[in-house]
């Protein structure tokens, strides 16, 4: 067995792109002037500012340049989109599923508790909201909807959320914090109102995020003080993010499709291997293909605990996640296994395989082997 | 006249420092795990986190290591600070003064909009809050003081804030964002409950803040989602960000004193030349001293308008602010220079210079003549 480890963490953390990282260290190295300033330095500052919402206006598919807010991160990003809507309405109705990512779900709750309606939307047992089944109220709405599920790696049909918004008079907050990038999306084509974007899960750095207004959607600003970001985001401008960011999303212009495939060829060698050397494996979520991200795989070991596993297999050289990718204290089960009805011995026993744009495939076989040895170890360790 | 560009404008951007900038680009080229995972990398990751957490309570002079919370950089820091504590108390008395950067105030005035009463502290001729004329109100309160003054440069008391909170029973939040580093201060000896961070004034990297909350402080996070941080503030860690606040604090407690010397004496020296040759200058604030920020000039050029003196100077090879170092859409006239009774045409002609860790005092010959030569042209081109 090779020493090397293999890294299949990518969702939580993964290198940069090699063009943003040369970006970084371009800007790092300068003088960290802000946009704000009325001379020469801030001026180029202020040009650097606006050729990165460009560049993630271009890569959202959006025409107003103007709806991009640079964040600190995809959280805020989620926040800022909800509560900002809620700020502004003070009242009205959410729907949303019950696995959202806890970003959203703390940010429905937290507008839950100050009056306004939740209505949750279920989900078939691979993971798809369905719309059609969803209770409707009369009073100013927002739907939310992630883009795909961060523990399911389902893909969501947009289209659908944006068909049912309609029909209810509400407006589409999309999360896309997950699988922008991996999974086609548009936001002139989606009709989505609100959109979260984040940057590190695009190869971009950590820190960098972004949130998409349409035009006239009510929504107030919810970090506030500087008149950073035309009043809607305060804080001196995180440039060196800033910038990194729009390297990222023009990578995924130039490079995306080529992302999709490699990741998706990895996804399937990988899965059939696990698949065919531990028995117990079980993947969740949509099937591979188009209704699913093609850097995730949610695979369940059926009588293990997830946490154990995943200390096992970092010992043999395989760094996953065991668990859900992002939790609150309460979330012992991850949320997406609960909505589509995963057993609890399932639930416990999730693991998440997330890739990145340089994972490649040649891993894919050992990675395999190294699944089988620690579902062995774990397994002999328990029985003894 | 040389043709080499002065900047004086550090306190909106400045250069990293050398250190901050080795370890970012050491940090920036590694595999970017988050410190969530269960796996080798992670718990790599996790030690660089508590590293620097360690690192910057040793610079605010914290006992409690586990009070600190980085944040996105110094304006969410404020917000969190002052709004999570509403957020915990639900209502109460907020005390602070007319002049406060604008994310305090607009902090501050969202809770007014909801319920807290605002009483305002006044200050004196040079800036310095009045603790002895406040009128004191019986209900749960938080005392809002910066360690020194963003526009005027003024420090303040810390000791006599905390003595106030005592006697009306307050919590103490100071605002360190602007002054950290350039002015003495811990929060053992201060006694202060909540202390905001800004990296970037630090030489630090933009993106990059902190929060200390003494513990046992109602305070209620106000960045929900992931368990991050504690559960006090989620969203995947700005790893890069917060190495470099740990390496640019570190520094600090070694070279606090050289750059603070250093500034100082090219402060007095700018300062004495920019009097000698330009009449109308006139300094606002504490005079030259203990009482100032060491890197911190706020100069009014009355009979001309602040913005248009700050392009002249531009153009002169001088990079400078012009009016405030932060306002708000309301704020034309500086809130500092009107709280210390500065006539309007003073306030509108307010310029601040300040400075880095990096200036040395080799300019501050040249930078006068160039302020001088500012100062005529303009005048000039309106008698013209």
Partial sequence: MSAE???????????????????????????????????????????????????????????????????????????SAIRGWGEAVQKGTIYVSEMEHPAVESAVRTLGKKGFTLVRVSVDVEGRLKWGEVKVEKDKGLVCVHLAHHDLGTVQKIAEARKFADRVGAKLFVDATYSAGWVSFSVEESGADLVALSGHRLGGPKGSGALWIRSGTAW?????????EGDRRAGTENLPAIVGLGVAVEEWGKKGEAFRKEAGGAQKLFWHGVQKKVGIAKLHGAPLGVERN????????AGLEAEALALVLDRVGLAVRGGSGCVTREMRVPPGMKAIGATAEEARALILFTLGWNCGEEWTGEAADRVAQGVKRLTEALSA
């Avoid at 190295?29 to 500052?45: F, L």
């Avoid at 093609?294 to 070991?301: G, K, Q, R, Y």
């Fill in 294 to 301: 093609p850097a995730h795989l949610a695979v369940s070991f």
């Fill in 5 to 79: 480890r293999i890294y299949l963490d990518h969702a939580a953390g993964g290198a940069l792109l090699p063009a943003v990282q040369k970006e970084m260290l371009r800007y790092l190295v300068g003088n960290q002037a802000s946009p704000g300033g009325g001379h020469r330095e801030g001026r180029e500052a202020r040009e650097e500012l606006e050729k990165a919402r460009q560049r993630v206006a271009t890569f959202l598919g959006a025409k107003d340049v103007e709806g991009v807010i640079f964040t600190s991160g995809g959280t805020e990003a989620v926040q």
């Fill in 220 to 228: 107030a600003a919810w970090l506030e003080g500087g008149r950073q």
